[in-house]
């Protein structure tokens, strides 16, 4: 039977099902999945029972797996997969002023993941594994087409934004949580970093205007006008009708493309009901700009 392809809504995003994760894909069916992932940006696969072996045996397909630093999200650990939970080692909910729950506050906020790093991540999934009861309240991802953001700018900007990079760095975008987030080694270890504005897709050639919160001015302007552009280009990307949001359900498995789409996390309430996805990274091919 051939897997089917549902469209999310009329910009990007696509939920596929009669595929099942949890064993190795024969390469046909494989190249139908990764058709999917460059046309569409988003793949929501509901009722996955992956373990992180099949997840990471799955992920693995598209490119070279990021593993996670040594963090205080993932309790320090370095491994392909990262859990993102407010559950403490112990199994209790952690406490509202709990660093690695201060730290989710800043994927509140609009990016691509690792855009701060010279090579930026290729493709990120999450596996639902516990969720909160209700699925209005889940913990929702929202996701925003920076491909439909690209194609409905005016010409005249198309022109002007062609060859220019944005800096991005990491620190700029978690002092602009309003808290301190980063310490002195993660601001040496993740220094600025120039990103192409524009990213052509390398299988179909389909632009994205690469912006987000990590994004702090633009290479060829005085800081100011960078800054300001790239609030006016955020804007426009993020407008509803290019965004989809996900209401979780267990099991769901949520592959998104971070050359080609945006995504937020959405406020839960998070000292309350337990919560924990995991997440494997497909590393990038290389740096944007030379
Ligand atoms: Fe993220």
Not at 108 to 128: E, G, I, M, T, Y
Request: glycine fraction near 4%.
């Amino acid at each position: 039977m051939p897997i089917s392809i549902r469209p999310l809504t009329p910009a990007f995003g696509a939920e596929i099902t009669h595929v099942d994760l949890t064993r190795p894909l024969d390469a046909a069916t494989f190249a139908e999945v990764e058709n999917a992932f460059e046309t569409y940006s988003v793949l929501v696969f509901p009722k996955q029972n992956l373990t992180d072996e099949s997840q990471i045996t799955f992920s693995s397909r598209f490119g070279a797996l990021e593993t996670t630093q040594g963090h205080i999200a993932n309790n320090f650990q370095v491994k392909q997969i990262s859990e993102i939970s407010n559950l403490d080692p112990s199994g209790k909910l952690m406490a509202a002023d709990d660093p690695r729950l201060i730290y989710r506050i800043g994927q509140r906020n609009w990016h691509s993941d690792s855009s701060f790093k010279r090579v930026p991540a290729k493709a990120s999934l999450l596996h639902a594994r516990r969720l909160p009861p209700n699925s209005n309240e889940c913990g929702q991802t929202q996701f925003a087409s920076l491909r439909a953001a690209y194609d409905a700018l005016p010409e005249s900007r198309k022109r002007e934004i062609e060859n220019m990079a944005a800096i991005h760095h990491y620190a700029y975008s978690r002092r602009n949580t309003g808290i301190q987030l980063t310490n002195e080694e993660e601001d040496k270890r993740f220094p600025p970093v120039p990103q192409a504005l524009v990213r052509a897709n390398p299988v179909n050639g389909r632009k994205a205007l690469y912006v987000g919160s990590h994004a702090s001015h633009i290479r060829e302007l005085p800081e100011e006008q960078g800054r300001a552009l790239l609030a006016e280009l955020l804007e426009h990307a993020t407008r509803e009708a290019f965004t989809y949001m996900h209401h979780w359900q267990v099991g769901d498995l949520v592959m998104y493309d971070n050359r080609a789409a945006l995504h937020r996390a959405r406020p839960y309430a998070i000292t309350e009901h337990a919560r924990i996805l995991h997440r494997t990274t497909v590393a990038g091919a290389g740096p944007t700009v030379q």
